[in-house]
Structure formats: structure tokens, C-alpha cells
């Protein structure tokens, strides 16, 4: 069991892509994120030992913190051949096996113990996130998410409609560099929705 903070360093040195897509709402998450909601959901008992799904896997970093804290299984996908390759150049470096899958997130089966994801905003396509609420709620039991925070009560509603009876959720703030055309700082501070969706 790494530390921590261990974890974190490890995933802050992830590579990132640098061909991102504005329309896929392509953001990176940052390691002290990953890490804060990887322990939680190993705390919780939902990681050690347990089949994890993370859609929309950008440059893993969910997926190889998940398997590093001793997920018995990992798969992650993503729509985007290019972050499927990073992904797959980041494992290889660490050693760890997981199935990277490209697929539209309507196209994923199967059954997981845990989903773990930070999805599309809808900021550029309006409930972009919903498609992902959706398959994270059929095809898994336990669900920890980010979302925009503006969208809370929408958020909160889609989950609860799909069978996650037990909802909770807390209010956290998430660095992202400058990424786009449009961004006009080299960091924003953006409030986010951290959700932990139960059955």
C-alpha cells in the first residue's frame, strides 16, 4: 500500500497528451485530485481487490491509481485513440497491467464493483456528462465522480433516478492549466462536484 502523498507524486508524473480536444471536454486531472478521491474510494473498501471501471480514462490517471492501491482488475476507456496511447505508455512505464479499451462510452458492458470518473462538464455539449451517469449507474454498484459544480442539482437528480439510493457528495476545487485558445490564465481554479453514488 503506497502513501498518499506517494500516490500522488507517482500520478502528477503521469505523461499528458497535448493534442486535447475542446468538444470531448478534455481536461487533465491533476495528481492531488486523483489521489484525494482514489483514497477515499480505498477507504471506503471500494478499490483493494475489486473490478474497477473508469470511463473516459484521458491519460489513466484513475485507472493506474486505482491498480496501484490493489485493484484486482482495471479497465478504461476512452473515445480517443490518442489518449488510449498515453494511457498505455504510462502503465508500461509503472508496470501495470490494465485493459485499455477505445469505445464510446454507450458501448461499454460488462459488470464492475466500482466506476470511477471525471467526465465530460457539459459545458461545450449540454448534459455531456449524462451518457456517462448513466452507464457508470448499470454497469457498477459504486460510483465516484466529478462534475461541474453548477450542475449539482441536475447531477444529483440523474444519479438518484438511475437506482443510487445512497448519494453523498462534498464541494472541492480542482487546478486546471491552460488548455485552450480561450483560457485566459495559466491556472484556474474551478469549483467542482465530487459525488459517491451508492446501490
Not at 161 to 171: A, C, H, I, R, V
Not at 172 to 185: A, E, L, S
Amino acid at each position: 500500500m503506497t502513501s498518499k502523498k506517494g500516490l500522488e507524486l507517482t500520478l502528477q508524473k503521469l505523461a499528458v497528451s497535448q493534442n486535447l480536444s475542446n468538444y470531448l471536454e478534455q481536461y487533465q486531472t491533476d495528481g492531488k485530485t486523483a489521489s484525494y478521491l482514489l483514497n477515499i474510494a480505498f477507504l471506503d473498501g471500494n478499490i483493494y481487490g475489486k473490478s474497477i471501471i473508469d470511463l473516459g480514462t484521458g491519460n489513466g490517471i484513475f485507472a493506474i491509481g486505482a491498480k496501484i492501491l490493489g485493484a484486482r482488475e482495471v479497465t478504461a476507456i476512452d473515445i480517443d485513440q490518442k489518449q488510449i496511447d498515453i494511457s498505455l505508455e504510462n502503465a508500461k512505464k509503472l508496470g501495470i497491467d490494465i485493459n485499455f479499451r477505445k469505445s464510446d462510452v454507450s458501448d461499454v458492458d460488462g459488470q464492475y464493483d466500482t466506476c470511477i470518473m471525471n467526465p465530460p462538464f457539459g459545458s461545450v455539449k449540454k448534459h455531456g456528462d449524462k451518457p456517462f451517469i448513466e452507464k457508470a449507474c448499470s454497469i457498477s454498484r459504486k460510483v465516484y465522480a466529478i462534475h461541474n459544480y453548477k450542475t449539482k442539482e441536475f447531477v444529483l437528480k440523474e444519479y438518484s433516478e438511475k437506482g443510487m439510493s445512497e448519494l453523498t457528495w462534498e464541494k472541492i476545487k480542482i487546478g486546471i492549466n491552460r488548455t485552450y485558445p480561450h483560457h485566459k490564465k495559466d491556472m484556474a481554479l474551478i469549483d467542482c462536484l465530487f459525488v459517491r453514488g451508492f446501490r
